[in-house]
């Protein structure tokens, strides 16, 4: 099976609200990084973790390699935040190989 | 600013031919990686190098292979195309243990 489970795979949100994408794992990971697909197609990072918390203006990322999960929180949701966000955790057993969530794709509505 | 670079940008090409991209990046990083995004939007990892050691070799068909000239760049080369190649194809670097930044991805049809 999959052994990273993003969630949702789509959602909708209108201007000004937030809500959490979630990254779980069925196997230990050493870190997680959270990107945004841009207009171009092009990965763009928003967070690379090994454990704790990380925020950046209207997004905050949480990874606990313990409980095999990681979540991706946005506020104040704007126009321009929709796109498909992905998270990729690296194995704990090998740090060179790094697995892919589904992407969740995000929409923002006016 | 981009600091990964993949060429071409895309490449249609008939099945059974040789097709060959190129990757560089100019961040000092000694790990490199490719990715197959298929249809359905997924990444998977095809191969990672650190200092032009191959590390991971995630069961791709043998018609792949990466090549190294130094830690800077990783080329793909796909001898004998087939149907089920047709893909985005994305480059990244990375110091271990850090975030990895990706290239803007070569389009491959194969017609």
């Known amino acids: 099976g999959d052994q990273v489970e993003q969630s949702p795979s789509a959602l909708s949100l209108h201007e000004g609200t937030g809500s959490a994408l979630r990254c779980n794992f069925t196997?230990?990971?050493?870190?997680v990084q959270w990107f945004r697909k841009n207009s171009r197609g092009s990965l763009i990072n928003l967070f690379y973790?090994?454990?704790g918390t990380k925020e950046n203006g209207r997004l905050k990322s949480a990874f606990d390699s313990k409980e095999r999960y990681s979540t991706l929180h946005i506020r104040d949701a704007q126009l321009e935040d929709s796109g498909t966000y992905f998270c990729?955790?690296?194995?704990?057993?090998?740090?060179?190989?790094?697995?892919f969530g589904k992407g969740t794709h995000l929409h923002v509505l006016p | 600013e981009t600091a990964v670079f993949q060429t071409p940008n895309y490449h249609v090409t008939q099945v059974g031919n040789e097709v060959s991209f190129n990757c560089k990046q100019t961040l000092g990083h000694d790990t490199m990686y490719w990715y197959k995004q298929d249809s359905k939007k997924l990444l998977k990892i095809m191969f990672s190098y650190n200092n032009k050691q191959l590390i991971v070799n995630e069961t791709v068909p043998r018609r792949f292979s990466p090549q190294s000239s130094d830690k800077a760049h990783l080329n793909l080369r796909i001898k004998s195309v087939e149907p089920e190649d047709s893909a985005v194809y994305l480059c990244?670097?990375?110091?271990?243990?850090?975030?990895?930044?990706f290239g803007p991805g070569t389009r491959l049809t194969v017609l």
């Open positions: 973790l090994a454990s």
């Open positions: 990244a670097s990375s110091p271990l243990g850090y975030e990895q930044y």
């Open positions: 990729a955790a690296e194995l704990d057993t090998n740090a060179y190989k790094v697995i």
């Open positions: 196997t230990t990971m050493r870190a």
